[in-house]
């Protein structure tokens, strides 16, 4: 295939709108050219052709418009799903899952050390604290069983409490 270069004369003695035969536009713009010579010659034809068979060339040029759009878009859909395919049976989507789980173990992970530790310091801290006081008082530890008995040592220590300043 030739190319033309801007000082060369066009092909088929036909003139360039911009001058310039070397560029891309300037391809474009031959085939602008040659589609708009052949655009009419088609209409000029036209005039030749009969009313019916105008129509039904007509119907039959809309119908192949919208086949080219269908085909299109069906096209269009299979790509989508074959796309949507790889990327389903790609090597690497495990890992994606792993990654996107990693976050949400970690949070879960540390919000259990945080309540095993809220529970572990405050639970054998009050079981030491009612042992010693068990322990170290003069009334028998069947007492301490006793709801009421709690309810009177509750309120020593809130009188205990209340009495220092």
Same mark, same amino acid.
């Given at each position: $295939? ?9 092909? *088929? ?9 070397? +560029? ?5 713009? &031959?085939?602008? %050219?040659?589609?708009?010579?052949? &655009? /009419?010659? %088609? ?30 878009? /069906? ?8 796309? !949507?395919?790889?990327? /389903?049976?790609?090597?690497? +989507?495990?890992? /994606?899952?792993? @990654?996107? &789980? @990693?976050? !949400? ?9 945080? $309540? ?17 006081? !068990? %322990?170290? *008082? ?21 009188? &205990? ?5």
């Amino acid at each position: $295939m030739r190319t033309h270069n801007t000082n060369e004369t066009p092909p *088929s003695g036909q003139s360039c709108p911009d001058g310039n035969w070397g +560029s891309e536009n300037a391809h474009e713009a &031959a085939t602008d %050219l040659a589609g708009a010579a052949f &655009a /009419r010659a %088609l209409r000029q034809g036209e005039q030749a052709v009969p009313h019916d068979i105008r129509e039904r060339l007509r119907v039959a040029r809309l119908a192949a418009v919208h086949a080219h759009q269908r085909a299109l878009a /069906r096209q269009a859909a299979q790509d989508e799903a074959s796309t !949507i395919a790889r990327r /389903r049976q790609s090597p690497f +989507s495990g890992w /994606r899952k792993a @990654l996107a &789980a @990693l976050p !949400i173990a970690a949070a879960a992970g540390i919000g259990a050390i945080f $309540m095993q530790g809220a529970v572990s310091e405050d639970v054998p801290h009050q079981q030491v604290e009612t042992d010693l006081h !068990i %322990l170290s *008082s003069e009334v028998p530890p069947s007492a301490f069983a006793d709801p009421a008995f709690g309810e009177y040592l509750k309120r020593q220590k809130l009188d &205990a409490s209340a009495a220092k300043p």
